[in-house]
């Protein structure tokens, strides 16, 4: 079910603090931007359709970003490992350029692509929550883009 009615006055606040809950990450790293938005869906959900609507928003958004955070840690380490691994074997078969060339690539794609990426994740959930929180304001309810729907 999705609400798209304006935001009642009495619920805005509410809605706000749900999307302003991953902030709990800062104090509890690694789970409390789970944590926060979980624990404030779980405890205004029952107040209306919108607070709950909303704090699903929260929640999805957060595994999302989690999910998209641990892909992008596996597959940079296994790039990062391969180029490794592929300078130690051509260092090992006598072609000592070789196997710089791809300790370099290895090192260049670490801090020209995982770095920036890295980056921007981890800026643009806050750049999103401050989005959502104008929205949410202005009594419209908000829904935040690349979210996988986990709960419905």
Do not use: C
Not at 49 to 54: F, G, H, R, V
Not at 56 to 78: C, D, G, M, P, R
Not at 108 to 123: E, K
């Amino acid at each position: 079910m999705s609400v798209t009615a304006p935001i009642p006055e009495l619920e805005r606040t509410p809605a706000i603090v749900t999307h302003l809950s991953p902030l709990l990450g800062f104090v509890l790293p690694g789970i409390g931007a789970l944590l926060g938005p979980v624990a404030a869906w779980l405890y205004y959900r029952d107040r209306s359709p919108m607070l709950d609507e909303q704090g699903k928003e929260a929640v999805n958004f957060q595994i999302s970003v989690w999910l998209y955070s641990a892909v992008l840690t596996v597959v940079a380490f296994a790039l990062f490992s391969l180029g490794l691994l592929g300078g130690a074997v051509g260092g090992a078969s006598g072609h000592p350029e070789a196997g710089a060339a791809a300790v370099f690539g290895a090192l260049a794609g670490f801090f020209l692509v995982f770095l920036p990426v890295l980056l921007v994740l981890g800026l643009l959930p806050l750049i999103l929550m401050l989005v959502a929180v104008v929205q949410v304001s202005a009594g419209r309810p908000y829904h935040y883009p690349l979210t996988l729907r986990l709960l419905r």
